[in-house]
């Protein structure tokens, strides 16, 4: 087992560093790439925030741009308006991702700053000027836009919601024929899925008596399945509940409801939990990315060791780890695979001889690169911090049932990361499933699953059911 371990860190030290060199030969190739068919340099985040410089609001027309100020894990955002000024947070991860190529540059930088010094004194702040000051990252400024990008799919599938003037998520919503729903369950997907990983799944397997008590609301998340894309949004963690809030809760106007979350829709289901707390009646999670951070550590670079360890093996690990670490290459991955996804479809349907849906293909293929990067390190990495607090927060303050459900086998986010919510959240009911995995949790077993919520539902509903019609 020892040995294993170290040939694997061992070969992975030398695949890495090879990934290395490819991803920073790609920054340049893309810059190229992006100045030939969009007639303008894109920025990336291969280099950190440039260094503070006082910024003034007026005469902005508004727009979001990050600041170099930091706060713990996180820099600001600083969202712009005509009265008002929004500030929220982005991870560090995005432009601090250590690697051999990196240290030796910085030993570059620092030999050459340790030659040339510099004479200007105009430079230096004065003693009366304050240590925060806000500054412009042109990383976002520059990219603000909505129209697809080159590399992005152009197909009418994940384009659809430009001709639209609605811009709420796309909700997938199935309830009783005479539309009086007596209570609402709201299903939340993971990292590169969609709402067709619940409607193609559990939605056919209710029972007849639960599809006529319940409304089922199934969400796309910002960035995914038939939902906007924009180009110019950072999918921080405020944009996505921002957008959940927006197109179900106050869409549909549901005062209570049961939230059913995967992997990092976990996360995005506590924090409307803790906003939302007298409206929870029963919190089911599954796989939920909670990492306890030890005291002293960085949270959003902790959790993105464990979570993408640098590692050749299981092949989950180093996909988990190429999309983490590398912007570029990710990018390319997302070049060759997501603007192609219909021939994928079409390609899998034919060696199957149909035999496969490709409802997966659909969610894993369907989005942009902007919006996968972002949301991977703003939510899942970004939030590594926050999670313990939204725990403490349901434990306290949110009277509903918690189950937790894991697959035994999951290689992705370790089953010890639901014991940490049970540790947290002591009422929590613990479900780890043998020989399954981060999707199969689900997928294969839809009709026990089915009938496991349905249960955790009956047990959280109070004798006076009331109709929101």
Known sequence: ???????????GVFVFFI??????????????????????????????????KPISAGGNRGGKMIVSERSGDYSKVVSLTRTKIYLDEISDTLYSRPSLLTKLTKLVKCFKKDVVKCCDESKKRSPSTKKTLLTVNSTVVEKLQRTPRWSDCHCTFCTSWLSSSNQSLFVNVQQPTDNKAQENVVFIHGFLSSSTFWTETLFPNFSDSAKSNYRFLAVDLLGYGKSPKPN???????EHLEMIERSVI???RLKTFHLVAHSLGCILALALAVKHPGAIKSLTLLAPPYYSVPKGVQGTQYVMRRL?????WPPMAFGA????????????????????HHLLEFLTRLLTRNRMRTYLIEGFLCHTHNASWHTLHNIIFGSGSKVEAYLD????????EVAVFHGG?????????SYGVKRKVPRARIHVVPDKDHITIVVGRQKEFARELELIWRRSTTPQLHSIN
């Open 308 to 312: 993408a360890p640098k590692e050749v």
């Open 409 to 417: 086998r999951d290689e992705l986010i370790p089953v010890e990361c």
């Open 321 to 340: 780890s190429v999309a983490s670490w590398y912007e570029h290459i990710s990018r390319t991955v997302s070049l060759v695979l997501c603007k192609n």
């Open 232 to 238: 110019d949004s950072l999918y921080t963690l405020k």
């Open 393 to 400: 927060h349901v434990r306290d303050n949110v009277d509903c």
């Open 19 to 52: 990934l290395d060199i490819v991803d920073f030969l790609l920054c340049f190739t893309y810059k190229t790439l992006d100045f030939f068919f969009e007639s303008e340099w894109k920025p990336c985040y291969c280099c950190p925030p440039p260094e503070a």
């Open 1 to 11: 087992m020892g040995f294993s371990r170290s040939l694997n860190r061992t070969v």
């Open 250 to 252: 106050s869409q549909f």
